[in-house]
């Protein structure tokens, strides 16, 4: 009798994982998740008919290239200092120098790369090459991103793109870590 259970559990199982539909997923493992379909997940709040604000996980129309099917491991969520039940995604933690040296650690940047073309993606839209942000934070930790940008010092998209090849599906990986 319990073979049978765990034989019907199993397939339950393998089928419920089998697709990631980010408005299926748990509120806890939605952010840093990305569908079946390429799509990144994104926890969202709304407050419910008794007033309470309510979590819910909705499919985003950003697209990830080269990636599907990705729950972030809790690994990842902790050396890369992001946290699961933030609700939007924002390039102002970038700003922070404490958030850019775990992002920018071994830890999460040559092992997370969901996380870090997330971050990547989001340094680009301030005219900032992340690579050249992490060498600036680990040169010079106390000299944040807007220090980068009042300088000069960051690479804006064009020369950024004149450096190496930008790719949605991840970083190039820093030279000396």
């Known amino acids: 009798m319990a073979w049978v259970l765990f034989l019907v559990f199993s397939l339950f199982l393998q089928g419920a994982l089998g697709e990631i539909i980010c ?3 748990p509120v806890g493992m939605c952010s840093y998740s990305i569908s079946s379909s390429g799509k990144r997940c994104l926890l969202e709040n709304y407050a419910s008919t008794d007033g309470t604000t309510e979590f819910q996980c909705k499919t985003s129309e950003v697209e990830v290239n080269n990636m599907a099917e990705v729950i972030e491991s809790d690994e990842c969520v902790s050396a ?4 699961r039940k933030a609700v939007g995604i924002s390039s102002d933690s970038l700003l922070e120098p404490r958030f850019t040296a775990k992002l920018c650690s ?4 040559q092992n997370c790369p969901n996380i870090v ?7 680009m839209g301030e005219g900032v090459f992340l690579p050249d942000l992490c060498k600036a934070q680990r040169n010079m930790p106390r000299r944040t991103m807007s220090q980068l940008l009042s300088s000069g010092a960051a690479s ?6 004149a450096q ?8 190039p990986a820093p030279t000396s870590m």
Do not use: I
Request: aromatic letters at 10%; glycine letters at 10%.
């Open 117 to 123: 073309d997330l971050y990547y993606n989001l340094a």
């Open 23 to 25: 408005e299926e997923l």
């Open 156 to 161: 804006g998209p064009a020369s950024a793109a």
């Open 80 to 83: 890369c200092g992001v946290d």
């Open 164 to 171: 190496a090849p930008v790719s949605t599906a991840g970083c």
């Open 106 to 109: 071994r830890a999460c940047y």
